[in-house]
């Protein structure tokens, strides 16, 4: 497994990986319909968001994205096939690193509230914590910073 900083040469694959989903999916109309394009894409890493794409054997099979700004985790998508493999694991701790850098006192997502989808349980044993906050079908998750004593 190797993760490596997205550049704009990966859009096309990292939106590949987005539709691919089987929870939460997304076509790629519906991907634009919402404003997420090649262009909007390449936009956003010019400006405050930077993303991770995860590679196995050269392949690309996930990625995640967030915003230096907001402190938001904007996405985190896998093949289906490369799921439960440690894969979202390690592009959330690179995400929740550099995110950290910039003293956050939190980082934040939205995500379905249903404790049927496994996005449910992987936030969670993160340490993710819903705040109350809902929108649209999907509610705020917030991860605090942890103190050193």
């Keep these: 497994m190797f993760i490596r900083e997205i550049k704009k040469s990966d859009i096309k694959d990292i939106l590949d990986i987005r539709v691919s989903t089987k929870e939460n999916h997304f076509s790629m ?3 634009a319909e919402v404003g997420v394009t090649t262009e909007s894409v390449a936009e956003w890493l ?3 968001v930077k993303g ?3 590679e ?3 392949q690309p099979v996930g990625f995640v994205m967030a915003d230096r700004k907001t402190a938001e985790v904007l996405v985190i998508a896998c093949f289906p096939k490369f799921e439960k493999r440690g894969v979202g694991k390690a592009l959330m701790q690179k995400v929740h690193d550099w995110l950290w ?3 956050h006192e939190e980082i934040w997502l939205w995500s379905d ?3 049927d989808i496994r996005a449910y349980g992987f936030y969670r044993k993160l340490g993710y914590k819903p ?3 809902i929108k649209g079908n999907d509610e705020k998750l917030i991860l605090k910073r942890k ?3």
């Design 131 to 133: 705040i109350g906050e």
């Design 29 to 31: 109309t519906d991907l």
């Design 46 to 48: 010019d400006g405050s």
């Design 56 to 58: 196995i054997s050269g």
């Design 147 to 149: 103190t050193s004593v």
């Design 101 to 103: 850098s910039f003293d």
């Design 52 to 54: 991770w794409i995860c």
């Design 113 to 115: 509230p249903s404790p």
